[in-house]
């Protein structure tokens, strides 16, 4: 008798699964027998993911294209999905967007759709199937926050206070679902090859310039993934981002705030 993946007969829907660390993070819980939903914007490109997911690791995978910065985004995601006649016992929340430059440097609606996206709609849909995951016992959450939630951060300050609440906002779920048998994590990766950084701009940044060659989208899924399987509130991906996110409780705030001005400066 084939032995049972540990995802089987569980489905897990992954936002943000059109391309990078979204795409890597489906194919992990693929490999461990989960059914997949997943939802971005792209139709196309969604059913390539979809279909190439499917036929590798034998299961099924379902395909919702949804604007989730869009108001109420979330619900109407949840609601495609219940049409489907399917349930989610595990969310990823892996969609977001940044834009590297002072506040005013992009239209407003730049600004508050980053904060509709990378707070709003993660935790809409946190909250849509928590209840369920609690009367289950099982499942979890894994929310996609960034190294940037550790530190304020000037000249890209709404990214960075974005994720700053993603973490917060991961650390006391994990708390409330602390001896239930759901599991949060999350995942904080430093500089990622994905479309993010082409989007966001940061790819210009001295910070980008000195940071080295970022990580593949990967091993930074990879290790998200084992760390909701083993219920660690918190990973960072890489030492070197790990030693530099700890730095940061020991550094004066006003040395902290230049600091990261100058390395979200224009690189020369």
């Known amino acids: 008798m084939a032995r049972r993946k540990p995802g089987e007969g569980q489905t897990v829907l992954v936002t943000g699964a059109s391309a990078g660390i979204g795409v890597d ?155 239930t048998g759901v599991h949060v994590s999350c995942l904080c990766p430093g500089p990622t090859v994905s479309k993010f950084r082409e989007r966001a701009g940061t790819g210009k940044t001295k910070l980008a310039k000195n940071a080295g060659a970022a990580m593949a989208s990967m091993p930074v899924a990879r290790a998200g993934y084992n760390a909701w399987r083993q219920n660690r509130a918190v990973i960072v991906t890489g030492g070197r981002n790990a030693f530099q996110a700890g730095l940061v409780k020991y550094i004066p705030r006003k040395t902290l705030l230049k600091m990261v001005r100058n390395m979200q400066s224009p690189a020369t």
């Not at 989960?34 to 971005?40: G, H, P, R, V």
């Not at 369920?132 to 960034?146: H, P």
């Open 25 to 179: 993070l489906a194919e992990c819980f693929a490999k461990d027998g989960y059914d997949l939903i997943l939802t971005a914007r792209s139709e196309g490109a969604l059913q390539e993911v979809a279909n190439r997911l499917s036929a590798a690791h034998g299961v099924q995978a379902h395909t919702v294209a949804q604007d989730l910065g869009a108001n109420g985004g979330g619900s109407a995601v949840a609601a495609a999905i219940a049409a489907k006649g399917l349930n989610v016992d595990v969310v990823v929340n892996n969609a977001g967007y940044g834009h590297a430059g002072a506040l005013t440097s992009s239209d407003m609606q730049t600004q508050l759709g980053m904060i509709d996206l990378n707070v709003r709609a993660l935790v809409e849909l946190t909250y849509i199937y928590w209840d369920r995951m609690l009367a289950n016992k099982r499942g979890g959450v894994i929310n996609v926050a960034s190294t940037a939630a550790f530190q304020p951060g000037p000249l890209m300050a709404n990214y960075y206070a974005s994720k700053a609440y993603v973490l917060s906002f991961s650390e006391a779920m994990w708390e409330e679902a602390r001896g």
